[in-house]
T-cell receptor, first 113, second 117 residues
Framework: EDQVTQSPEALRLQEGESSSLNCSYTVSGLRGLFWYRQDPGKGPEFLFT???AGEEKEKERLKATLTKKESFLHITAPKPEDSATYLCAVSNAGGTSYGKLTFGQGTILTVHP | DGGITQSPKYLFRKEGQNVTLSCEQN?????MYWYRQDPGQGLRLIYY???????QKGDIAEGYSVSREKKESFPLTVTSAQKNPTAFYLC????????????????FGPGTRLTVL
């Protein structure tokens, strides 16, 4: 059974204080690892897809990295508008699970001015 | 604009009542999905469909039903058999890609918040 665990559950930062969010996963065959951002009361917004260990992707102040067991979302010099819940999900390469995503519980990020 | 729409944004259900949540997409995606989100928990898959007139149960399908009569539409019915339906419901869609393709990012609608009175 695929499993995704995110840590910490909540993270409070001062504006400009860089940090990282962790996503540990167990999957029999990784098709892709996905990061989403979710604002309160809204649907998740797609950020990144990572396919293989060693891959990195960047978008503004966010950088996502992938190893064989975990992914990190690095936030450099965050601003208050980066405050949101960040969700990690994995897709299994198994045929019967095609397209299905398994989500972690999310990390609630709060950035204080 | 291309995207996914869900309606209504808020829905209230009385005990013993069936309610239907709407999901429409104009992204020309083949696959559509329904998730349930509870406070402090990740998204859990209810049903998904990869092609018109076909759908599969997800991890928590009991008490729910779906139909896929058109590529653009994937309505979800929350039946009276669902004992704890209060939650935030999210619809998503994606392309399928080929058998060995990794490309299946899911894009989400704005959600429907269902409350049982």
């Amino acid at each position: 059974e695929d499993q995704v665990t995110q840590s910490p559950e909540a993270l409070r930062l001062q504006e400009g204080e860089s940090s990282s969010l962790n996503c540990s996963y167990t999957v029999s065959g990784l098709r892709g690892l996905f990061w989403y951002r979710q604002d309160p009361g809204k649907g998740p917004e797609f950020l990144f897809t990572l396919y293989s260990a060693g891959e990195e992707k960047e978008k503004e102040r966010l950088k996502a990295t992938l190893t064989k067991k975990e992914s990190f979302l690095h936030i450099t010099a965050p601003k208050p508008e980066d405050s949101a819940t960040y969700l990690c999900a994995v897709s299994n390469a198994g045929g019967t699970s095609y397209g299905k995503l398994t989500f972690g519980q999310g990390t609630i990020l709060t950035v204080h001015p | 604009d291309g995207g996914i729409t869900q309606s209504p944004k808020y829905l209230f259900r009385k005990e013993g009542q069936n309610v239907t949540l709407s999901c429409e997409q104009n992204l020309n995606h083949d696959a559509m999905y329904w998730y349930r989100q509870d406070p402090g928990q990740g998204l859990r898959l209810i049903y998904y469909s990869q092609i018109v007139n076909d759908f599969q149960k997800g991890d928590i399908a009991e008490g729910y039903s779906v139909s896929r009569e058109k590529k653009e539409s994937f309505p979800l019915t929350v039946t009276s058999a669902q004992k704890n339906p209060t939650a935030f419901y999210l619809c998503a869609s994606s392309t399928l890609g080929g058998l060995f393709s990794s490309y299946n990012e899911q894009f989400f609608g704005p959600g429907t918040r269902l409350t049982v009175l």
